[in-house]
């Protein structure tokens, strides 16, 4: 299955990492994820959820020097395309778009700051399974959410019919094929010194067991920055800032 029949909608999510080994470790202790090799290289694997491809670990924060983050990624018909078109509209490039054979990629970020990235080509393996089962959910934190769907529905073509856009309670909810796959909400504040208040994208991971997933991180050099029953946002041991949702279904 390939970007050009889900193009618009969010097609994975990928971690940069410094460490492949420690990071897989920490993972593994707090989300009970296993791994696999990723057709990508040596410096990829791929997280499995009870056999589910999960996500991505690429470590590649040192090499590019880049910083260690979560990241979601876009599927779009053609990348150089979307990259033109998020710079003529005040994005930045900071990576491509590169070949990764099954396909191309590009890290991107929006005006506001905030970081995605974009992919064209063939999707991971067993990737409908990864859909359905929704084990990940992204949400932007960000400025003025009305902006942002503007912004990123131009460059993900939303409104060709790739997914379906509605402002619905002050935030902007994203469909595809019927389910809800991303939300946008306002707010965040671009100076803030606290990185977590200013826009960006966050991950999150459906777990059955929050607070367990919390004090497994806290165990494993991570630590957490909020926590409730049905909900916590936790960094890892090398700094980068997930979240876990209690699983509803």
């Not at 094929?177 to 966050?202: C, K, M, N, T």
């Amino acid at each position: 299955m390939s970007t050009q029949s889900v193009f618009g909608a969010p097609c994975w999510v990928s971690l940069t990492s410094r460490d492949l080994e420690a990071t897989q470790d920490f993972y593994t202790a707090v989300l009970g994820w296993r791994w696999r090799g990723a057709k990508l290289g040596e410096h990829f694997r791929i997280a499995l959820a009870d056999g589910v491809p999960v996500a991505g670990i690429a470590a590649v924060a040192a090499m590019w020097q880049m910083a260690v983050a979560w990241t979601p990624y876009f599927a779009v018909q053609d990348a150089d395309v979307a990259v033109a078109r998020a710079r003529e509209r005040g994005g930045t490039a900071a990576v491509g778009p590169l070949s990764f054979p099954p396909g191309r990629a590009a890290l991107l970020a929006d005006r506001d700051g905030a970081t995605f990235g974009i992919w064209q080509g063939e999707l991971v393996s067993n990737w409908e399974v990864w859909r359905r089962a929704a084990p990940t959910f992204v949400r932007l934190h960000t400025r003025d959410a009305f902006d942002s769907a503007i912004f990123y529905g131009e460059i993900l073509d939303w409104a060709t019919g790739g997914c379906e856009v509605q402002y619905e309670g002050g935030e902007v909810v994203l469909r595809s094929q019927g389910d809800i796959v991303a939300q946008i909400d306002s707010g965040a504040v671009e100076a803030a010194p606290d990185p977590s208040l200013r826009p960006h994208w966050q991950i999150h991971f459906s777990v059955n067991d929050v607070a367990g997933c919390a004090r497994a991180a806290e165990k494993h050099g991570g630590s957490v920055l909020s926590e409730d029953e049905n909900e916590a946002i936790l960094r890892d041991a090398d700094g980068a800032q997930f979240t876990v949702t209690r699983r509803t279904r």
